[in-house]
T-cell receptor, first 109, second 114 residues
Framework: AQRVTQPEKLLSVFKGAPVELKCNYS??????LFWYVQYSRQRLQLLLR??SRESIKGFTADLNKGETSFHLKKPFAQEEDSAMYYC???????????FGKGTLLTVNP | NAGVTQTPKFRILKIGQSMTLQCAQD?????MYWYRQDPGMGLKLIYY???????DKGEVPNGYNVSRSTTEDFPLRLELAAPSQTSVYFC?????????????FGSGTRLTVV
């Protein structure tokens, strides 16, 4: 089955430490991958999309087709980065998004 | 430009009651989606629509119904509420075109069935 896997439910780091949120996918062909972020009790917001290769709020994510991964990274975590992060795949003709189960990131002072 | 608006924000239902979760977007997006979000489970697609008059089931459609009479509105109907439908419901929309522009989400409806 086509799947997006986020192996860590919870991730806790200290402010200033590097952070990496893992995402693996199991789709064939050319994946179209995204990272969405949800701050406490707010709506989901698009953080990154793989095709644009951009950096948002210091976060980057590189698509590694060999390892079928799209890990989200930030070299120096900030307390305001504390949130739920979802990796998602967009496929099919109707732009349906399939989400991973999410990783709750806590950045401690 | 309000984006995607969901009402109500919170609701408590008794088992067996029915309700409609409202979703409206003012961006003239063709594609609209309903997801439910459960702790530790991520978001699951309930129903989606590719335009007015066209709807289709997602991954978890049982217990729900939708309609799309206009481009702007995509209500989600719960006919006989069950405790398993306690969840946070998100509506989203997307314009046709490049996949990489992502979705616009509403602020969610937190539903509790008791």
């Amino acid at each position: 089955a086509q799947r997006v896997t986020q192996p860590e439910k919870l991730l806790s780091v200290f402010k200033g430490a590097p952070v990496e949120l893992k995402c693996n996918y199991s789709y064939s062909g050319s994946p179209e991958l995204f990272w969405y972020v949800q701050y406490s009790r707010q709506r989901l917001q698009l953080l990154l999309r793989h095709i644009s290769r951009e950096s948002i709020k210091g976060f980057t994510a590189d698509l590694n087709k060999g390892e079928t991964s799209f890990h989200l990274k930030k070299p120096f975590a900030q307390e305001e980065d504390s949130a739920m992060y979802y990796c998602a795949y967009c496929g099919g003709s109707n732009y349906k998004l399939t989400f991973g189960k999410g990783t709750l990131l806590t950045v401690n002072p | 430009n309000a984006g995607v608006t969901q009402t109500p924000k919170f609701r408590i239902l008794k088992i067996g009651q029915s309700m409609t979760l409202q979703c409206a977007q003012d961006m003239n997006h063709n594609y609209m989606y309903w997801y439910r979000q459960d702790p530790g489970m991520g978001l699951k697609l309930i129903y989606y629509s590719v335009g007015a008059g066209i709807t289709d089931k997602g991954e978890v459609p049982n217990g729900y119904n939708v309609s799309r009479s206009t481009t702007e509105d995509f209500p989600l109907r719960l006919e006989l509420a069950a405790p398993s439908q306690t969840s946070v419901y998100f509506c989203a929309s997307k314009s046709p075109g490049p996949r990489d522009y992502g979705y616009t989400f509403g602020s969610g409806t937190r539903l509790t069935v008791v």
